[in-house]
């Protein structure tokens, strides 16, 4: 019998999730001497065994068939397998280059970013809490571009890829196991082909150094595959006003790593940067918050309407 509800599972999966993604840049460096590249590719094609391992014990394949039955949905899947390239492969780049705080600094902003293409892309209307956010994430990427001396273009990039990957992701409504499947299937071919080529060329790293290494180049696959399950337990048991909250999670977590663990270097001026972000994610989680408790009373209202009147 199943004591614990639902919902508390559903948050207990979320935290999971997220924790396992802001913990991510311990990982990354373990797999060095191996490169961006060489990680990335290792990534790809181990992720596709491990989502494909899950599938096998789920005994779930029927969806294959009716996708390839949909075009639309496979040529979007096919643009969502390109950003989320673009999105881990910026990501290790970012971590083993020293530039954990950076990389946070996109999931942070990532939010206001998926607000922004609300209103570019879906024609959504802002409520003026909801400006207040995005004008003051606007400020702090100008402050932090004066504070760096160029653009942030990590965090930038990071945000960005991931908003547009789930953009994409929403449109193509597929499974997160069926999806993260054709993706990784998807880019397979250069993922391989870059892998022998390293091997060709004697600069390859799997398989050269210690086993250790080795398995931790092929727990790059279990590790991505893991919290994105994670993620689609919770996200079908809580609301997503939890889930909004949940997501700051992993970039707390990674700002954690990259200054109490890295010990990357963060002036005054950074602090004050950071500092108009989280700001503007105060003014984002406060209305995101107001707006789920209207909608909620509002559906209470409905709900007690047929009642008040027969009586």
Known sequence: MDYMPDLKRGVLFGVAAYAMWGLFPLYWPLLKPSGALEILSHRIAWSLVAVVAILAVRRHWS????????????????????FVTVNWGTYIYAVNAGNVVESALGYFINPLVSVVFGVAILRERLRPMQWVAVGFGALAVLFLTLDYGRLPWIALTLAFSFGIYGLIKKAANVGAAESLTVETLILLVPAVAYLVYLEITGQATFGHTDPGHALLLAGAGVITAIPLLFFTASAIRVPL?????????????????????????MPPSRWIGFSIVWLALAFFTYDSISAARRTRKQELAKTAQPATSAG
């Not at 006003?241 to 270097?265: C, D, H, M």
């Open 241 to 265: 006003s939890t889930i909004g909250l949940l997501q700051y999670i992993a970039p707390i977590l990674q700002f954690g790593v990259g200054v109490l663990i890295v010990k990357e270097t």
């Open 63 to 82: 969806w294959f068939r009716d996708l390839l039955k949909q075009p639309k949905k496979l040529i979007l899947l096919a643009l969502a397998a390109f």
